[in-house]
């Protein structure tokens, strides 16, 4: 999901002539601020790490307990519309691969 979104992302920003998506973060890593759609970020590099690094921290523990039962997967809760079948979910790994590979056609 992560790699597909990415992708959604870098054609987004070119295609509504935002920047390119490889130049994106330089000036963080000069010191700067950087901006999305026009508009400043208002975190230094290290801060958004750290953000993002909690986030994901948080939702995988959840995501993979030591105990079974109380691990969390897609579906539930988290499918409220009952859209999870075994099929939409190898097309969504496929999908996820080609946009995995997409962005490495991208570099």
Known sequence: R????????????ELLGQGDWYSAPLPLLEGGHSQYMG???PFDLGT???IEFAAMAGVESL????????????????????MASDEKKVKEIKNGRLAMFSMFGFF
């Open 48 to 50: 958004l790490l750290a």
């Open 39 to 41: 508009a400043e970020v």
């Open 63 to 82: 995501r993979g307990g030591a105990d079974a039962e109380k691990r969390i997967y897609p579906g539930g809760a988290f499918d409220p519309m009952g």
């Open 2 to 13: 992560w790699a597909m979104l990415g992708v959604a992302g870098c054609l987004g920003a």
